[in-house]
Nanobody, 126 residues
Framework: QVQLVESGGGLVQAGGSLRLSCAAS??????????MAWFRQAPGKEREFVAA???????YYGDSVKGRFTISRGNVRNTVHLQMDRLKPEDTAVYYC??????????????????WGQGTQVTVSS
């Protein structure tokens, strides 16, 4: 079983920055085998792909965040960060960390991830 714990959400003004972190643990988790991703969900909307990092550390981004957000593996083992810059009010959502053994062609699909964190709220004020 894999446990994922997010941190770093909060309230920020438009144009500001936040950094989210996700710490993974569990006997079956291995960063060399699992892709890790961030998804977000705003009220009344479907869960949206934000960013992912493959087990070989290739990165992928949703069109709405490309050029503003950066996903990376942390220096602490089994952690992933999402650096969010130039935030916009439309970035407001609950952000979820996800992990699983996902093939690259499905890395943007939330249905392919079996392990999810509890979510962290990000609110961007205008």
């Amino acid at each position: 079983q894999v446990q994922l714990v997010e941190s770093g959400g909060g309230l920020v003004q438009a144009g500001g920055s936040l950094r989210l972190s996700c710490a993974a643990s569990g006997s079956t988790f291995s960063s060399s085998s699992y892709a890790m991703a961030w998804f977000r969900q705003a009220p009344g909307k479907e869960r949206e792909f934000v960013a992912a990092i493959s087990r070989s550390s290739h990165t992928y981004y949703g069109d709405s965040v490309k050029g503003r957000f950066t996903i990376s593996r942390g220096n602490v083992r089994n952690t992933v960060h999402l650096q969010m810059d130039r935030l916009k009010p439309e970035d407001t959502a609950v952000y979820y960390c996800a992990a699983h053994r996902v093939i690259l062609s499905s890395i943007r699909n939330p249905d392919m991830y079996a392990n999810w964190g509890q979510g962290t709220q990000v609110t961007v004020s205008s």
